[in-house]
C-alpha cells in the first residue's frame, strides 16, 4: 500500500503527537503573567504568594518557589510544578488534574479536597500533608512519599504506588479500587494496606 502525501502527513502527525504524549504540556499563558506581584515562569520565587482562585492552567512554574503560598482553589489542571517548592503551601481544593509535579516537594502542606487526578508524582514528597478527601485517582505516585502524612477519605482508586513510601502515615476510609502497591513501604501505617 503506497501512502499519499495528505496520508503521509497525517502518519507523521500522529506519531509526533504520540511521541510527546506524556511530556507537560507548553504554557498557554502569557511569556510575562504576573499574579498578585508574582511571576508566573519557571524558577521563580513567590514564597507565600496569594494565589488563590488564580487561574494557573497550563502554566510552567517548573522549580518554583511556592514555599507558603496560598493556592486554595486556584486551577492548576495541566501546570507543570516539576520539582516545585511547595513545602506549607494550603492548595486546598485546587485543581491540579493531569499535573505534573514529579519531584515537587510538598511538605506539610494541605491538599484538602484537592483533585490530583490523572497526575504525575513521581517521587513527589507529601511528608505531614493533610490529603484528606483529595482525589488522587489514576495519578502516577511512583517513589513518592507519604510519611506521616493523613489520607483520610482521599480517593486513591486505580493510582500507581510502586515503591512509595507510607511511614507512618494515616489511611482511612480511603477508596483503593484498583489501586497497585508493589514495593510500597508501610512501617507503622494505620489503615495501609498491609496485605498488598
Not at 29 to 42: H, M, Q, Y
Not at 69 to 93: E, Q
Not at 139 to 149: E, Q
Amino acid at each position: 500500500m503506497m501512502l499519499t502525501l495528505p496520508r503521509l502527513a497525517l502518519a507523521l502527525g500522529l506519531a509526533v503527537a504520540l511521541a510527546h504524549a506524556d511530556e507537560p504540556p507548553a504554557s498557554s499563558l502569557a511569556a510575562e503573567t504576573v499574579v498578585n506581584g508574582c511571576r508566573i515562569a519557571p524558577k521563580t520565587q513567590c514564597p507565600g504568594a496569594d494565589l488563590r482562585h488564580a487561574d494557573l492552567k497550563a502554566a510552567n512554574l517548573a522549580g518554583a518557589n511556592l514555599t507558603g503560598a496560598d493556592l486554595r482553589r486556584a486551577d492548576l489542571r495541566m501546570a507543570n510544578l516539576t520539582g516545585a517548592m511547595l513545602d506549607g503551601a494550603d492548595l486546598s481544593g485546587a485543581r491540579i488534574n493531569r499535573g505534573y509535579l514529579a519531584g515537587a516537594s510538598l511538605k506539610k502542606a494541605r491538599l484538602v479536597g484537592t483533585d490530583l487526578e490523572l497526575s504525575r508524582l513521581m517521587r513527589a514528597d507529601f511528608s505531614d500533608a493533610d490529603l484528606t478527601a483529595a482525589s488522587l485517582e489514576a495519578a502516577r505516585a511512583a517513589y513518592a512519599v507519604f510519611h506521616r502524612s493523613r489520607l483520610i477519605a482521599t480517593n486513591l482508586q486505580e493510582t500507581k504506588f510502586n515503591g512509595a513510601n507510607f511511614w507512618e502515615a494515616t489511611m482511612e476510609g480511603s477508596v483503593i479500587r484498583y489501586a497497585i502497591f508493589p514495593e510500597a513501604f508501610f512501617e507503622g501505617c494505620q489503615g495501609c494496606p498491609h496485605d498488598w
